[in-house]
T-cell receptor
């Protein structure tokens, strides 16, 4: 069965520290991949996407993600976290002909 | 370019009532998908409409229904509301549908509380 996992339910980092949020998927076909961010009570905002090509993709707000086919992973990174990055982050995976499947989300807290 | 607009933003209903939520997609987008988000279940896919036809459906009871109009606006209806239907309902707009290899853009959501 197709699935998306985000192993970390909650992560706390200090402002200015680096960040990596993990996403793993289990799909038979080659997927396309997304990271979304959600602030409390708000909708989801697209941070970045991967369809094909360069496996390191750049997104908005200084985020980047790397697709590793051999590890079925699409981890999100940011070199220096800002207090405004505190939110919930969702990894989403899609394949042709089907709707996205979202991971359970990782809540990010940022310490001053 | 205007984003995805969902109305209303907040709604309080009583058990047994029905409710209709509305979603206006980004201009030119023909696909609208609906999701239910709850703390316990996360984001769950309800259904997708494309050019006025339901294309995909998630695992929800028949009390949840939807439709799409010729201008791509979509409505979602929940009949005989239950306490467990309290959730944030999110609408996502995409050019040709999530299964077509395009990204989806989300609205702010409608927070439904059933009392």
């Amino acid at each position: 069965a197709q699935s998306v996992t985000q192993p970390d339910i909650h992560i706390t980092v200090s402002e200015g520290a680096s960040l990596e949020l993990r996403c793993n998927y289990s799909y038979g076909a080659t997927p396309y991949l997304f990271w979304y961010v959600q602030s409390p009570g708000q909708g989801l905002q697209l941070l970045l996407k991967y369809f094909s090509g360069d496996t390191l993709v750049q997104g908005i707000k200084g985020f980047e993600a790397e697709f590793k086919r051999s590890q079925s992973s699409f981890n999100l990174r940011k070199p220096s976290v800002h207090w405004s990055d505190a939110a919930e982050y969702f990894c989403a995976v899609g394949v042709y002909g089907q709707n996205f499947v979202f991971g359970p989300g990782t809540r990010l807290s940022v310490l001053p | 370019k205007a984003g995805v607009t969902q109305t209303p933003r907040y709604l309080i209903k009583t058990r047994g009532q029905q409710v209709t939520l509305s979603c206006s997609p980004i201009s030119g987008h023909r696909s609208v998908s609906w999701y239910q988000q709850t703390p316990g279940q996360g984001l769950q896919f309800l259904f997708e409409y494309f050019s006025e036809t339901q294309r995909n459906k998630g695992n929800f009871p028949g009390r949840f229904s939807g439709r799409q109009f010729s201008n791509s606006r979509s409505e979602m209806n929940v009949s005989t509301l239950e306490l467990g239907d309290s959730a944030l309902y999110l609408c996502a707009s995409s050019l040709v549908g999530q299964g077509g290899g395009t990204e989806a853009f989300f609205g702010q959501g409608t927070r439904l509380t059933v009392v």
